[in-house]
């Protein structure tokens, strides 16, 4: 078991100035507990980027961790129509964003999985997320080369030469210092299993360089390697395993938890001032030691609302609208 | 069979946006939709007139038959009897690879030639607002064969230039360079389509063939062609009205209220 | 049931000419059935574009209805160290061969499916795949544009100009006309799900136009919709199902049955002229009507005993080795 | 423990190759095998010096716990308690993005550099032969942090020039241009090692850091250097010799005839 650590170790393997990405989807599935645990352990300078962020990124942002945020969303869906802290820092020059669409970044993930600087991709073209008035890394003068996992360039278009379509996109490869992901199950040498949407997980996970897998459970290999068609990374690439129940916690998690929406949302709305957002911080991150302590707080009956149906694979008894 | 419609003041605007957008697709295609609205129209659509669509939601699910309605497309409640519930890299390497018919979209702000912005308002790089960005709008608004935008009818939200083009409409930036030229121009021999309805909470805007400019086609009932030009900030082409935008009927309705969304994720 | 069709119908689909790739890997999960009723019909001129090729293509190779052979690998494993037909066909000028490494051409297939008309690549670099005077569809005027689906150069050399890596290679998409797969489960509608390894499978069917699902057997769509996360593509990329036991033996498939050793050595023995390879058809596939007789003259026995036990997923009981 | 090694007679060319071939992996590598020695001498050094080693197979699959011996890299055989069974794209881009440390590979001709051929004897537009082709050999090749061949020792397979370059070695072809340069100057920064040892029925070859060139490291014992120079087709740089190669030991035989591959698929 000598991958197994905790979430504050966890936390100490990364760097401030890191490139970190994260397993999940706007609010499913983050790494809540090592959010947390970032921001308590105050690291300093990330830079995000992400397939797409959500609560965690604007979390992130809000406790002045992040100087770079690089990705095409953020919000909380149903539960904040953006990202409060985002929005305040980025109009107060604060935190530098660089924005590609969706497939942009999910095939920028993809080349850094495939270990290729770039791949050639039609998405997105006619628009101002290829204006190179827009290139915000160039703009802060980021693209000198000094940090190899930043681009020289943000994007370049290319005349195919082979089927002569016309002009695409080459987009430059993600390649995150460390991805820090939250799944269903880990085995205990490293093999990784998620349940239901995959995301954009295994491409974050392979495009970078250390791996931090934290997990509902630990589960014995020999279970997993049951039914290997439906693992997704094998030992070697994961450098560290966490077990940390409810870790994904407000975020939702398929077959073990609701998304916690009345509580993203309160978060969201104290993010539309720095002080609402330091008053919650306070409450929820520096006021608990840990993450247990966390759910401590929240409580047994909170919890047990949100807890999955088993042949549902979420929760059919949390109220969730307004009938 | 007669469709028996119900009156302005037996359906809210939110109904009537889910029922116009609903007949926007048509039986068999393949159907890219985003939270929300999006969501409403397909699934009424689903158990309507085109009850062999396909649904994909971009996070990663392939015409899932929900239980219960998911409140965003990461969802554990897309996956219920789904074809396919794999991630991004295969609904999108899908839309790329011209697979995709229609995809349902929505933005902060549309221009005259259907551009879109989800980013900012104000300048890019010292913005008022800084919205959530693109997401997949950019995405599924190149490379599906049409798309269909819901919105909400204000002056400032139609206006005759965005702020920033998030999302391609019929006269974008070709890059590089940034001049404004047709999509068809700008797209080449990879031209596939483009947004081809604007579903507000007052009317139905389509765009001239010719010069990808937006012109009305219908006004929902109890609203006139006077109160749309109040709530656009552009020169708006009415002279094409066809007249008003058919109503939801009480079956439609039925449909929305006990089969969709019963429990009120996101109907009142 | 409107995608189902049969054998015969599904052939029929198949245009002389057409650029054509399959299923499986090596001497595993081929749609033999298919194979044999495309050589029964006589089709012509097709263009194999293939991931790897095995027993399936050198079988139509040998049955003159190959007239480039595009791919990295022909041979038959233990049973057979080359593909007799082709070295033969390729000796006499008989067939173009068009020679990619593995990962090129898994690349290559990948851009097709992902809809982009080439990807960079660092695989093989350095050797003569990519020798200009050996770009056989060049040499033979088939780069002209006139067939839309063939590429107008092998490759192309670029320098990476976002993270300075150096010089790599720019490989172009397969675009295959039509994808032959034999799969364990297919849906009514035509849901895919295939066990074990999934080999290039995904791959050759997204990048194809058209498709045609061999399965073993046809299950309900609900059925395999249970596990969504199991299955790999959805019915509206099938165009045609058949169902078809057995019909991917000599070659193997995970769960169901074993390599036919025995057959594929016999059949590779038989390659070594073009005399034997005719008598080897005439009894096997012009002998026989269609592949149920052909399943009826190899006999309940033989069948058998390439059974999977279905703990294993593969025959323990069948004789393999020398010992 | 001491180690109880056999002594020739008691032991067969094709034993002391595997053996051989295991010993070049250290433990906790991940290794790419394809079909025949390369299974016999992973699996070996998985039950010997490398437990902690984990075998990829092209085909699709990640460290597979076979309780039968696979008879090629696409058999049923390599999915039993694998962490991972995939496809070819997870574990080539594994293999780009430089996960690999070391890939097992065979050849038909090699030259006095280390590349190998696979693809044809004579003219590659004119065949005499046309042998099976790459598959991944020149990605593993050119991928991996280092290769191990296992090759015959024969004059006309052991050559000062191969007919055509299908895996590359030392000194190989830097396109465009097509010119004959060192490896590292080739590849350039993405440069991340190459072929460290050829291993025959005679001999264990490796090559010189500077130069590149192949010379001779051990003989296998019953072997001479005379013998190996009179089955080779350039000038050999046999120097270096250290002496014999490590026999087999009983044990490590008892594990290959009992336990790697009891049916006998490979092994007599």
Same mark, same amino acid.
């Given at each position: 078991m000598g991958k197994r650590i905790t979430v504050q170790e966890a936390v100490?393997?990364?760097?401030?100035?890191?490139?970190?990405?994260?397993?999940?989807?706007?609010?499913?599935r983050r790494p809540m507990a090592v959010i947390y645990e970032i921001i308590r352990q105050r690291k300093q300078n990330l830079h995000l980027i992400e397939v797409n962020s959500g609560t965690h990124g604007d979390m992130l942002v809000g406790a002045g961790c992040v100087k770079v945020w690089e990705s095409c969303w953020i919000g909380h869906e149903l539960f904040g129509k953006l990202g409060g802290n985002l929005d305040r820092k980025v109009r107060n020059g604060e935190v530098?964003?660089?924005?590609?669409?969706?497939?942009?970044?999910?095939?920028?993930?993809a080349a850094g999985a495939l270990g290729i600087p770039y791949i050639p991709t039609w998405a997105s073209r006619g628009t101002d997320i290829l204006n190179?008035?827009?290139?915000? &890394?160039?703009?802060?003068?980021?693209?000198?080369?000094?940090?190899?996992?930043?681009?020289?360039?943000?994007?370049?278009? @290319?005349?195919?030469?082979?089927?002569?379509?016309?002009?695409?996109?080459? @987009?430059?490869a993600a390649r995150p210092n460390i991805c820090i992901a939250h799944v269903q199950q880990v085995g205990e040498d490293g093999t990784v299993r998620v349940w239901g949407q995959?995301?954009?997980?295994?491409?974050?996970?392979?495009?970078?360089?250390?791996?931090?897998?934290?997990?509902? /459970? @630990?589960?014995?290999? /020999?279970? &997993?390697?049951?039914?290997?068609?439906?693992?997704?990374?094998?030992?070697? &690439? @994961?450098?560290?395993?966490?077990?940390?129940?409810?870790?994904?916690?407000?975020?939702?998690?398929?077959?073990?938890?609701?998304?916690?929406?009345?509580?993203?949302?309160?978060?969201?709305?104290?993010?539309?001032?720095?002080?609402?957002?330091?008053?919650?911080?306070?409450?929820?991150?520096?006021?608990?030691?840990?993450?247990?302590?966390?759910?401590?707080?929240?409580?047994?009956k909170r919890l047990q609302s949100l807890k999955a149906n088993s042949a549902y694979k979420y929760s059919n008894e949390a109220k969730r609208g307004s009938r | 069979m007669e469709k028996?419609?119900?009156?302005?003041?037996?359906y809210k605007v939110i109904d009537l946006l889910a029922v116009a957008a609903a007949r926007e697709v048509n039986d068999g295609e393949v159907v890219f939709a985003g939270t929300g609205l999006p969501m409403l129209a397909?699934? !009424?659509?689903?158990?309507?007139?085109?009850? #062999?669509?396909?649904?994909?939601?971009?996070?990663?699910?392939?015409?899932?038959k929900s239980l219960h309605l998911p409140a965003s497309v990461g969802d554990a409640r897309c996956v219920y009897q789904a074809a396919v519930a794999s991630?991004?890299?295969?609904?999108?390497?899908?839309?790329?690879?011209?697979?995709?018919?229609?995809?349902? !979209? =929505? =933005?902060?702000?549309?221009?005259?030639?259907?551009?879109?912005?989800?980013?900012?308002?104000?300048?890019?790089?010292?913005?008022?607002?800084?919205?959530?960005?693109?997401? =997949?709008?950019?995405?599924?608004n190149s490379m599906a064969r049409r798309t269909v935008f819901i919105m909400v009818q204000e002056k400032r939200r139609f206006r005759e230039k965005v702020d920033y083009i998030t999302s391609p409409g019929w006269r974008v930036r070709k890059w590089? =360079?940034?001049?404004?030229?047709?999509?068809?121009?700008?797209?080449?021999?990879?031209?596939?389509?483009?947004?081809?309805?604007?579903?507000? #909470?007052?009317?139905?805007?389509?765009?001239?063939?010719?010069?990808? !400019?937006?012109?009305?086609?219908?006004?929902?009932?109890?609203?006139?062609?006077?109160?749309? !030009? #109040?709530?656009?900030?552009?020169?708006?082409?009415v002279s094409r009205v066809k007249g008003e935008t058919e109503p939801p009927t009480h079956e439609e309705l039925h449909i929305l209220y006990h089969e969709v969304d019963p429990e009120g994720i996101f109907l009142p």
């Open positions: 100490g393997m990364i760097n401030d100035g890191d490139m970190i990405t994260f397993s999940g989807f706007t609010i499913w530098i964003t660089e924005d590609y669409s969706h497939h942009q970044m999910l095939l920028r993930m190179p008035e827009y290139d915000m &890394l160039s703009k802060h003068a980021m693209r000198d080369g000094s940090n190899p996992n930043i681009p020289r360039q943000k994007a370049q278009w @290319v005349e195919d030469p082979f089927f002569e379509e016309g002009t695409l996109i080459h @987009v430059p995959k995301y954009a997980d295994e491409e974050a996970i392979k495009a970078a360089d250390k791996v931090i897998i934290v997990a509902e /459970e @630990v589960v014995p290999e /020999e279970y &997993l390697r049951r039914e290997p068609s439906q693992n997704i990374i094998p030992p070697y &690439l @994961v450098d560290a395993i966490v077990q940390q129940p409810w870790g994904a916690h407000p975020t939702g998690n398929f077959g073990c938890y609701e998304v916690d929406g009345p509580f993203v949302r309160d978060f969201y709305n104290k993010t539309r001032t720095q002080e609402g957002f330091d008053a919650w911080a306070e409450e929820w991150i520096f006021g608990v030691p840990d993450f247990d302590a966390y759910l401590e707080k929240l409580g047994y | 028996n419609y119900a009156k302005p003041g037996e397909i699934m !009424l659509a689903q158990k309507t007139t085109a009850p #062999n669509s396909y649904l994909i939601y971009e996070a990663g699910t392939i015409d899932g991630g991004l890299y295969d609904v999108f390497g899908q839309l790329q690879r011209g697979r995709i018919d229609l995809g349902y !979209l =929505g =933005g902060a702000e549309i221009d005259m030639y259907g551009n879109v912005n989800t980013t900012v308002i104000g300048d890019y790089t010292k913005p008022q607002i800084r919205f959530p960005g693109s997401g =997949g709008n950019p995405d599924i590089p =360079g940034g001049q404004m030229v047709s999509r068809q121009e700008a797209f080449g021999k990879t031209f596939r389509g483009g947004p081809s309805a604007v579903i507000s #909470n007052m009317a139905v805007f389509r765009f001239d063939e010719e010069t990808g !400019l937006m012109y009305l086609d219908t006004v929902h009932p109890g609203y006139t062609v006077n109160d749309v !030009l #109040n709530n656009v900030d552009f020169q708006l082409d």
